[in-house]
C-alpha cells in the first residue's frame, strides 16, 4: 500500500539544508502551533516515498540478527551559484551509528565562506531501547558566543509492548533558567492490528502548569488495513470542546494502491465540513506512483479546478528516477514547469545523489538549484537482543511471488512489512500456527517482515518477484 502526497520541490530544499553558521534555534521558524498541527501547514506529515529517500535514505535495520549492512554515513549539500555559475557548498551530515545498526548522532556543518571551511551547526543524539526504539532525540545548536554546543529541543518516546509509539513528549530548553521546559505532547492509541487510531496533542500551559488539549486526528481503515477516513479536531476553549477541523476521505484501488483523497475544512459561517482539495494519483504496471494531480474546489463555479502535478519515473530496479512538478495556469490553460528532481544510484540501489532544478522561464530551459550527494559504507550490525528473546519462525517459500508462509507461531502475532527504504507497507494480525500474507500486490524487491509476539520478536528478509 502506497499512500503518496503532493509536494513542492522548491521546499525540500529548505526541509533537507538544515545548516547555519549563525547561532540560532532550528524550529525557529517552527511555532508551537505549527508542531502541534503539522498538517495544517505541511503536505510532508503524510509521508510520501520519495520524501523517505530525501530525509533518511537508509534501511532498516534487524535488531535481531547479526548482519552486514549498508549505511548512509555522510552527506553533503551544496547550491548553484548563479554569478559564479558553480556549486556552492552549503552544509553537510556526519553520521554515527551503535553496534546494533541504530542512528546515534547526526553532527551537521554550515560552510562557512567567510573562513572557507566548515563550522558546527547542528548536533543530535538519539537512543535507543533494547528493541530498537527510539526513546530519546535531543538537538544541539553551535552557539559562537560561547564556542560550545547548547541544548534546544529533547523528545522523548513511549512505547507499548508491540513496538508502537505511544507518548512523545517535546522540552525546549531554556537558556536563562538552565532547564528543560515542557511544550508539545502527543498521545497515541492503535487498534490490534497496530493501526493508529487516534492521536490526541497538547501544549504545555504556563498559566494551568500543565498539558492543554489542542489537536487531535481520528483515523479510520477498512478490513485490509488501508486508511479511508481521517478527521482532525481542535480544541475550542470557549465552548470547552472539541470542534471538527478538517476531514480527508481516502480511495484504493484493487492493489491497495492510494489513488484518492478528497479534503474538507471546517466553513465557520455554515458551521459545516465544505470541500477543499483534491488529490489523484496514477500508477504503473509495478504499482509505481507515476502521477500525482491535485484541485482545489471553486465555489463560484462548484467544480474542482487543476492546481498542482507532479510526475515521477523509475529505472529498471523501481527507484524514482525523475520527479517534475507543475503548476496551472489558468490564463493559458495548461501546466507550467515548477521544479525537477533527479535521483542517482549504486549498485546496491542506494540513493547517492539528487539534483533539484527549478525551471527558468527567462531562457526556457531547467537550471541547477540545489543538491545534496551521499555516501554509504557496509557495517556489521550486531544482535541486540539474547536468544531467547527471538520469536522462532520460519517463512517460506524465499522469494515468494503470491503467498508467504510463516510456520512456528504459536500466539498471536503482530506482522509488519516494511520496504527496503524503512517504509511502513502493511500491518496485520496472525493467529494460525501456519499463516498465510498474500503479498501478490507488491511490487518486486526486498522487504522486511517484523513479526512480535509479546516480548519476543523477529525480522524475516524477502524477496518478491
Known amino acids: 500500500m502506497k499512500n503518496p502526497t503532493i509536494f513542492i520541490i522548491a521546499a525540500i530544499s529548505f526541509l533537507l539544508v538544515q545548516t547555519t553558521t549563525q547561532s540560532q534555534n532550528p524550529y525557529s521558524d517552527l511555532t508551537d502551533y505549527q508542531r502541534a ?3 495544517l501547514f505541511t503536505h510532508f506529515d503524510k509521508g510520501s516515498d520519495l520524501l523517505l529517500y530525501h530525509r533518511n535514505p537508509s534501511i532498516k535495520i534487524d535488531h535481531k540478527t547479526d548482519a552486514l549492512v549498508f549505511l548512509q554515513d555522510s552527506f553533503y549539500s551544496s547550491f548553484w551559484d548563479v554569478p559564479a555559475n558553480n556549486w556552492r557548498f552549503l552544509g553537510k551530515q556526519i553520521n554515527t551509528y551503535d553496534d546494533y545498526g541504530n542512528l546515534t548522532e547526526e553532527l551537521v556543518f554550515g560552510w562557512n565562506s567567510g573562513i572557507n571551511n566548515w563550522k558546527e551547526a547542528y548536533k543530535y543524539l538519539n537512543t535507543y531501547d533494547a528493541n530498537g526504539n527510539k526513546t530519546e532525540y535531543i538537538s544541539y545548536i553551535w552557539n559562537t558566543s560561547i564556542n560550545s554546543w547548547q541544548f534546544s529541543y529533547r523528545d522523548s518516546y513511549t ?41 490526541t496533542r497538547y501544549l504545555w500551559n504556563i498559566a494551568i502548569n500543565n498539558w492543554k488539549e489542542v489537536y487531535k486526528i481520528a483515523k479510520t481503515y477498512d478490513s485490509t488495513g488501508n486508511l479511508t477516513e481521517e478527521i482532525s479536531y481542535l480544541w475550542d476553549s470557549a465552548a470547552n470542546n472539541w470542534r471538527e477541523n478538517s476531514k480527508d476521505e481516502n480511495t484504493y484501488d484493487e492493489n491497495g494502491n492510494y489513488i484518492e483523497k478528497v479534503g474538507y475544512l471546517w466553513d465557520s459561517v455554515t458551521n459545516n465540513l465544505v470541500l477543499y482539495d483534491r488529490y489523484t494519483y496514477s500508477y504503473d504496471a509495478n504499482n509505481n506512483l507515476t502521477e500525482g494531480i491535485e484541485y482545489r474546489w471553486d465555489t463560484l463555479i462548484t467544480n474542482w479546478l487543476f492546481y498542482d502535478r507532479y510526475t515521477i519515473t523509475y529505472d529498471l530496479n ?19 514547469f515548477i521544479d525537477k528532481v533527479f535521483h542517482t544510484y549504486d549498485v546496491e540501489d542506494h540513493l547517492t545523489e539528487f539534483v533539484i532544478y527549478t525551471w527558468d522561464v527567462m531562457t526556457n530551459s531547467w537550471v541547477f538549484n540545489f543538491k545534496r550527494i551521499y555516501f554509504w559504507s557496509q557495517h556489521e550490525v550486531v544482535s541486540s537482543v539474547k536468544n531467547e528473546d527471538i520469536l522462532p519462525c520460519q517463512i517460506r517459500p524465499n522469494p515468494v511471488t503470491d503467498a508467504l508462509f510463516v510456520d512456528g507461531l504459536s500466539s498471536p502475532t503482530v506482522a509488519r512489512i516494511y520496504s527496503a527504504n524503512g517504509t511502513l507497507l502493511h500491518t496485520m494480525t496472525l493467529s494460525d500456527t501456519s499463516t498465510q500474507i498474500h503479498i501478490q500486490n507488491l511490487p518486486d524487491g526486498m522487504y522486511m517482515l517484523h513479526l512480535q509476539a509479546e516480548s519476543k520478536t523477529v525480522v524475516k528478509r524477502f524477496v518478491k518477484q
Open 318 to 336: 523501481g527507484n524514482p528516477l525523475e520527479l517534475i512538478e507543475y503548476y496551472w495556469n489558468p490564463d493559458t490553460n495548461e501546466w507550467v
Open 159 to 199: 512505547f507499548d509492548a508491540t513496538g508502537n509509539q505511544i507518548e512523545q513528549i517535546s522540552y525546549q530548553w531554556n537558556v536563562s533558567l538552565n532547564i528543560w521546559e515542557e511544550n508539545f505532547k502527543s498521545v497515541k492509541a492503535y487498534d490490534g492490528n497496530g493501526n493508529l487510531l487516534l492521536e
Open 37 to 39: 498541527y503539522p498538517e
